[in-house]
């Protein structure tokens, strides 16, 4: 059964910082990873979306990558600011029956203080 | 385009009330999702359509019924409403199961 961690939980950091979020996955047969972005009562907002024959994404200050094999894919958000404060999440797609749907996982709350 | 639409925003229900939570898209997608989020366990799966007059259960469809008549629209139906059933739910949709997934604003349901 596929898994999705994301680390950290929280994370709080100073406007200007450049930041990694992490999503790791148990299954790497995959055939895309997405990054969301969840801000408080609202809908996600897909980000970013990495297709398995693909290394990384790039879209603005935001740069996903996405290693298979070691079940990783980062998310890069360079110099951050406030309005990047929000909920990130990944969510894989696998490709056998049973993991052919979208796994999200948990999230990680980010704060961007200025 | 509205993009994915979903009514009510908020609803209470008494427990073994029954309702319908709709669904809409302007993007002709043929892929739709019903997810549920609760605190601490992420999004989950409830039902999704493949297209007009096909439907499948996901992860937690117990509880659950969809039917999907249009393109357009995937409503969500709650047979018999229970405490457990208190959460948000989002409807998504894409073009195809590995494209882009676009998720309306969500619906927060009180079960009492």
């Known amino acids: 059964k596929q898994e999705v961690t994301q680390i950290p939980a929280a994370l709080s950091v100073p406007e200007g910082e450049n930041l990694v979020l992490n999503c790791s996955f148990t299954?790497?047969?995959?055939?895309?990873l997405q990054w969301f972005r969840q801000d408080p009562g609202k809908g996600l907002t897909s980000l970013l979306l990495i297709q398995s024959s693909q290394r990384e994404q790039t879209s603005g200050r935001l740069n996903a990558s996405l290693d298979k094999s070691s079940g990783r894919s980062t998310l890069y958000i360079a110099a951050s600011q406030p309005g990047d404060s929000a909920t990130y999440l990944c969510a894989v797609r696998g490709m056998a029956y049973n993991t052919d749907k979208l796994i999200f996982g948990t999230g990680t709350r980010l704060q961007v203080f200025p | 385009n509205a993009g994915v639409t979903q009514t009510p925003k908020f609803q209470v229900l008494k427990t073994g009330q029954s309702m319908t939570l709709q669904c809409a898209q302007d993007m002709n997608h043929e892929y739709m999702s019903w997810y549920r989020q609760d605190p601490g366990m992420g999004l989950r799966l409830i039902h999704y359509s493949v297209g007009a007059g096909i439907t499948d259960q996901g992860e937690v469809p117990n509880g659950y019924n969809v039917s999907r008549s249009t393109t357009e629209d995937f409503p969500l139906r709650l047979l018999s409403a229970a405490p457990s059933q208190t959460s948000v739910y989002f409807c998504?949709?894409?073009?195809?199961?590995?494209?882009?997934?676009?998720f309306g604003p969500g619906t927060r349901l009180t079960v009492l």
């Open positions: 998504a949709s894409s073009y195809d199961d590995t494209d882009t997934q676009y």
């Open positions: 299954d790497s047969a995959i055939y895309n």
